[in-house]
């Protein structure tokens, strides 16, 4: 029998609900934390210590806080800049703002994105991404070529 059941492949994989549950994934993580013990914890780097982070319940941009759990989020910026005060008016990228929800839902307070209006932080976070996702207890991965992450059911 194929993995993904009869008739299946990768390639026609059906949507089961367009909503992230976001209580299966909380259950998920703490499965993850109990059950497999040091095997599935975050790796955090010194370096992480020069890091920044968005406080998401606050809006603010934080030091990283030491030990904190955190959510990362993989995104590329490209021609996107925002404006002044983005972050503060809730004005960022769909993207971005979903991440934050996202990150509120599941319980976690920083998320780490560089300050979008601080372009050599994020030059300096850029470089170590592969330490900021080992640290991360989960990251976030927009799906290619969409431009929300359809996470919840307030989003238009």
């Not at 009869?6 to 993850?32: E, M, Q, T, Y």
């Not at 590329?76 to 925002?82: L, N």
């Not at 979903?98 to 850029?126: C, F, H, S, V, Y």
Request: glycine share 6%; net charge neutral.
């Amino acid at each position: 029998m194929h993995p993904l059941g009869p008739g299946r492949s990768l390639n026609n994989a059906r949507l089961v609900d367009p909503l992230i549950n976001f209580d299966v994934i909380k259950k998920h993580l703490d499965v993850c934390s109990k059950v497999h013990g040091d095997a599935c914890q975050p790796f955090r780097s010194q370096e992480l210590s020069t890091t920044k982070m968005i406080d998401v319940l606050s809006r603010k941009v934080v030091p990283y806080p030491p030990d904190c759990e955190y959510m990362a989020l993989s995104y590329v910026w490209g021609q996107v800049h925002p404006q002044d005060g983005a972050l503060e008016s809730g004005t960022l990228p769909a993207t971005i703002e979903d991440a934050i929800t996202a990150t509120k839902k599941l319980g976690m307070r920083p998320i780490n994105e560089p300050n979008p209006e601080q372009a050599i932080a994020k030059q300096t976070q850029l470089k170590m991404m592969d330490r900021i996702y080992a640290g991360a207890a989960l990251v976030l991965l927009p799906y290619p070529g969409e431009i929300r992450i359809r996470a919840y059911p307030d989003s238009p």
